[in-house]
């Protein structure tokens, strides 16, 4: 449910449509739960660790000038379920491995999103 409204989200169709203009893609509104899960633009997307409140969670600072920014947004360890890309670092994510993520209530606009928990251990570390 949360999903089709989001798609229906006429700036998220905008987007969508002027970035369907240059890669070929058809006009179809985009899943917002996958838009992250495959490919990240880093040059957009800005994500700094503010701190870790548990051993389970982060407070994350996300900004995306395309999409939604979050000041303190907090994000859960899980396992990924889906191959995709790490926000911080780029590296690829494998279904299974340790990952953190945006909590999904209410559905966050960067909902696929995924970070390496390694990644955060190294920034947790400098």
């Not at 503010?50 to 396992?79: F, H, K, L, N």
Request: glycine content about 6%; hydrophobic content about 40%.
């Amino acid at each position: 449910m949360a999903e089709a409204a989001l798609a229906l989200d006429p700036w998220a169709q905008t987007i969508f449509r002027l970035t369907s203009l240059s890669d070929g893609v058809s006009g179809a509104a985009p899943s917002p739960r996958r838009a992250f899960a495959h490919s990240v633009d880093r040059s957009v997307v800005a994500v700094k660790l503010i701190e870790r409140p548990s051993t389970t969670t982060v407070t994350i600072e996300w900004r995306d000038s395309t999409r939604c920014c979050y000041g303190d947004q907090v994000w859960r360890a899980m396992r990924a379920r889906v191959a995709g890309v790490c926000a911080m670092s780029g590296s690829e994510i494998q279904p299974g491995d340790h990952v953190y993520s945006p909590n999904p209530r209410p559905v966050p606009g960067n909902a696929g999103a995924m970070i390496l928990a390694s990644v955060l251990d190294r920034e947790t570390s400098l």
